[in-house]
C-alpha cells in the first residue's frame, strides 16, 4: 500500500438526512476508482460500508465507516455517516476529522431535517462543503424544486457547477459548468459516459448558470472581482482556483449533482474532490494542551512532532478493540511507541492499517493528515490523543450527548447479570453515547441512548455479538412516599421463648421536613429508659422499614423521627429486639401521619422548528407540564417546561408525529413534587395488584 504526502491526501465526510444515499455514493464512488469489482447496493446488503449485520438488516447506517479510493495519484478518505436522528451523534463525532464534507441532498425529499444537522455540524466545525443532488432518475425527482429548498433553507451561498440532462427516469448525463462541457452516461452502472458539447435546448440555460456561477466565485475573491468588473468574465483556470478558495475560505458553496445507484456523476464528483476540495495542510493548524494546561498548536505537517487523534473505537470480535485514528502532524509508524498523554500511559502500535470498510491492509506509516486504524491498543479509547513522548500535546476530546430516553432491561436467563455489565462496557467503548446503570431505587438495570431504535440496536448487539438476551420494556418511575402531619407511636416487641425472651419498647414522634431534606433521626432520650448501645438498633430498624411506605412500598422520605421514651428488659432486652421495635414504632406512626405519593418532576428542554410551538406546548399541558420559559435561536424554537417523569416516558415517538422527525429534546430530574390524588389511587392500586400476583 502506498504512503501519501499531505498535499494529496483528501479527507472528506458524507452527511445528508437518512435515505438520501450517502452509502450508494460512497459505494459508487469505490467502484468508479477501481477499489472493488461491483457496484455494492444497500437494498441487497451488499455496500462496503454499511456491513454490521444490524446495518443490513434495518438497511440504514448506524456507524460512521471509513473508506478510501486512489484517484489521480491521491488518496481520498471517505467517512459515510449516519443520517437517522438516533446516530446523528455518531456522525458529530467523527466530522472533527476531515477538512471538508459533501452534504447530501434527495432530489425528491430536498432539504430534510438531518440535511439541516449536517449543515449545522459544518458550521460548528467551520468546514468547507459541497452539496450534492442525489437520486434525480427517481420518479418525482426535480433538481430545480431541490435547489429551491437549499436556497431557501440553507443560503444563497449555494451554486450549481452541475446541471442534468433530462428529469427522472430520463436523467442521463451532466452538464459540467466548470469545464462548459456535456457528459452523456450509458444507463447501464458502469460509469461509462461520452463527453460531447452542451446540448442546443441547455445550451442558454448552461451559459446563464454559468455566468452565475463566475459571478459568485468573483465575490469571494477581490483580485478576481476586479478582473470580473473590467472583463466580464474569468478564465477557466481563475475560475477553478477562485472556487477551491471560495470554498476553503466557506464563501461558496458548490451544488453538484448525481444517481448514485446509476453510477452516474461520480467521475465528477472524483474529479470535483480531487481538484477543488482542500488537503489537510491547507487548513489550519490543529489546537490542543500541553501537559500544563497551556494552549498550544500543531501545524499539519509531516515535519512536527508525531501526534494523533483517536476519534472512534470498534469492538470486533475476531481483531479485538481497533482504534481509528487521524494523524494531526508528524509520521505515525508501525511498531512504535507513542505517549497516550489524555491517561499519561505509553502504548505500542503494531502494524499500522488504513481501512476499506471492515476490510484492513497494513501499511509501513501515515503521514500528517492521513486516516488510519491499529489494533490491541491497551488503555487508549475514543478521544484520546497519542503523541511524541518529547513532545505532549492533548487535543480536546469530544463531547458525548447526554442520553433523553431510558428503558429498563432484565436478563432472560438468570445469572446472566455479569454478562451483562461485561458486554455493556464493551458496547460503551464503541459507543460512548450509550449509558447503563442500576437504579438502586426502583432496583433496575437502565440502558440508556439517543432514541428508542438506537436502544434497541444495543440490545440486538447484545445478543449478537455477546450472545446475551435481554427483555426491553419501559423503565419504573421511581415514586417515594412522604408524611404530611405529625404524629406519635409505640413500637413494643415482646417474645418469650424457652431461654432468653425478646424485649425492646421505644416511642417515637414523626415530623415532615422540607421536600429534599431524606431523614433525620434524633436522640432524646434522657435518664436511661433506653441503654445507649441500643439507640443505633432503633435508627436501623426505622431505616429498613422505612425502605417500603405504607402505600405502594415505595421509599418514604423527608421526614424526621424524634425517639423520646422506651422502656427494656435488664436480660431479654438486645439490639435485634430495638430494631424491631424501631420498625414497628415506625409503621405506626406513618399510618397516622397522615402519607402521600410524590413523582420526579423533570427539567425538559424541547427544540423545533418555530411552527410547531403551540402544538407541543399543548401536548405539554396534556401531559401535566408547566411551560417555564420559550426562546428563539434561528429557526428553531426552545420550549423549557417541568414535567412528570412518568408522562415523558413515551414522548419520543410523540415528538417524532408532531414534528415529522425535526423535533428534539433533552430532560434531567429536577425535583419531586406531589402526585395528585387521583392519580395517586391508580399507582397505589396498581401496586397492591402487583404485589397480590407475585404472592
Known sequence: MKVYDTQLVRNVGLAG??????????????YKSGAVNRLGRVEDGTTLTDYDEEEVQRKITIYPKLAFVEWNRCKINLIDTPGYRDFMHNTQAVLKVVDSMLILVDAVGGVEVQTEKAWEISEEFELPRALVINKLDRDNASFERALGSIHETLGKAAIPIHLPIGQEKEFHGIVDLLRNK???YEMDTTGRFKEQPIPAHLAEEAAKAREALIEK????????????????????????QGLSEGILSRSVVPVLISAATQNVGTQQILDFIHDNLPNPASRHAVAGKDPKGQEIQRDVQTAAPASAFIFRTVADAFAGRISLFRVHSGTIKSDTTLLNSTREKTERLATIQVLQGKNMTPVPELRAGDLGAVVKLKETLTGDTLCDQAHPIIFPQPAHPEPFISFAIEPKSRGDEEKISTAMARIMEEDPAVRTHRDTRTRETLVSGQGQTHVEVTVEKLKKRYGVEVILKQPKVPYLETVRKKSEAQGRHKKQT??????????????????????????????GSIPRNFIPAVEKGIIEARQKGPLAAFPVVDFKVILFDGSFHPVDSSEMSFKIAGSLAFKKAIEQADPFLLEPIMNVEIFAPEEFSGDLMGDLNSRRGRIQGMDLKGKTQVIRAQVPMSEMLNYAPTINSMTGGRGNYRMEFSHYDEVPTHLAQKIIDQARKEKEEQE
Open 217 to 240: 466565485v468573483a465575490e469571494s475573491n477581490e483580485t478576481l472581482m476586479e478582473k470580473f468588473f473590467e472583463e466580464g468574465t474569468l478564465s477557466d483556470a481563475e475560475l477553478a
Open 498 to 527: 424457652g431461654g432468653h425472651g425478646q424485649f425492646g419498647d421505644c416511642w417515637i414522634k414523626m415530623e415532615p421536613l422540607p421536600r429534599g431534606s431524606d431523614f433525620q433521626f434524633v436522640d432524646e432520650i434522657f435518664g
Open 17 to 30: 438526512h437518512g435515505g438520501c444515499g450517502k452509502t450508494s455514493l460512497v459505494a459508487a464512488l469505490l
Open 182 to 184: 456535456a457528459y452523456v
